[in-house]
């Protein structure tokens, strides 16, 4: 469970986060705390939520996409949600995750991206996609970020995590016949 440190009030940052099976929230939360750890005013909610930011300066947007470019569960509505905010004096960027195996890659990011364009904020750092929950990809936009904002010090980079390896010496091979009945 992800547990903000920073209420809606006082949030000048807000992470919106949009999962299918929650993988995204992993990013999430790396990119979350390394901002944090630089002083800033990040609250990092779903896409259902729907708080009033008084103080929001910036808006990142993490977004999977789901079915034929449609919104993971819990981003049904948040399309709607953004035309009923003016987003004056904010700046956003927007990075999307999918699989370049589907016709509709990263389809949902580009939707909020138009969306977004259609309102008064500023684009911060052009959209960007992580295929396949690639860490250099991921890596990458946050060098991006990072150079945009200034942030020398932001480190929200993911590492592989490594896996135990282990030998093995193949004793004996069984022949199983797919036809017969167990």
């Known amino acids: 469970k992800f547990k903000n440190k920073i209420n809606a009030k006082d949030a000048e940052i807000i992470l919106f986060v949009g999962s299918e099976n929650g993988s995204t929230w992993q990013f999430a939360k790396s990119f979350h705390e390394a901002l ?18 008084p103080k929001l300066k910036e808006l990142i947007i993490f977004t999977s996409t789901y079915g034929i470019g449609e919104a993971p569960y819990n981003g049904k509505n948040f399309v709607d949600q953004l035309k009923n905010n003016s987003f004056e004096n904010v700046s956003y960027s927007i990075l999307g995750f999918g699989s370049k195996q ?18 008064p904020a500023n684009e911060f ?5 992580v295929d396949n929950k690639n860490i250099q990809q991921f890596n990458n ?37 797919s036809s017969s009945e167990y």
Do not use: M
Not at 102 to 119: E, G, M
Not at 148 to 169: E, I, M, R, V
């Open 36 to 53: 944090l750890e630089q002083g800033k005013r990040i609250r990092t909610v779903g896409l259902q939520e729907n708080e009033h930011y």
């Open 102 to 119: 589907y016709s509709d890659f990263c389809q949902y990011a580009f939707t909020i991206n138009d969306q977004l364009k259609q309102t």
């Open 125 to 129: 750092i052009p959209i960007q996609t």
């Open 141 to 177: 936009w946050v060098a991006s970020y990072k150079e945009k904002s200034g942030l020398q010090n932001l480190n929200a980079s993911l590492k592989l995590k490594k896996h135990k390896t282990y030998n093995f010496k193949v004793l004996s091979n069984s022949y199983i016949d």
